[in-house]
């Protein structure tokens, strides 16, 4: 396992995949600023060293709010992958994270207990919160029936009191 630093770039150093599929509406842009702002950088750019440029493979979303809030320099990894690699690997940092689900119980439960004033910045819209919030407060815990002890043979059907 390759161990990597943490540089600090100007942002004029870094270049965008001119090929990167995905795309950041300005309403996530100005979110993951909110972000940066409140939380810090926790997530640094992930870049390679190609043909004399600093090519980002992930963070495009957050360099493009890196400049929103006119800053200079930005935190990078440079992997140490080949052009090919790292452009496989562009995808799959992508994909792999729209494959994860969601536990909505929890989810709301967590957001629940979130400080209105951080509710703007974490991504959310509005209605979903709504709608996570008003599930887990309709979640009623269901009785758990009674068992009766009864004889049975092979055959017998038997249901559970409503």
Do not use: C
């Not at 926790?42 to 929103?68: D, F, M, Q, S």
């Amino acid at each position: 396992m390759a161990n990597y630093k943490i540089e600090y770039i100007d942002i004029a150093e870094l270049t965008p995949f001119e090929k990167n599929p995905k795309v950041h509406p300005e309403g996530q842009i100005n979110k993951i600023t909110k972000s940066i702002g409140e939380f810090g950088w926790t997530n640094p750019i992930l870049a390679i060293r190609h043909n004399g440029k600093n090519i980002i493979i992930a963070g495009h979303g957050r360099v493009e709010a890196a400049k929103l809030a006119n800053m200079g320099e930005v935190p990078v990894i440079f992997l140490e992958l080949p052009y090919e690699k790292a452009m496989a690997y562009n995808l799959a940092d992508n994909k792999l994270a729209e494959l994860a689900e969601w536990d909505e119980q929890k989810l709301a439960e967590l957001i629940q207990g979130i400080d209105k004033e951080l509710i703007s910045i974490i991504g959310f819209e509005d209605d979903e919160i709504s709608m996570l919030l008003d599930k887990l407060n309709n979640i009623v815990e269901d009785e758990v029936p009674t068992i009766q002890e009864a004889k049975s043979k092979y055959g017998d059907i038997f249901g559970l009191g409503a």
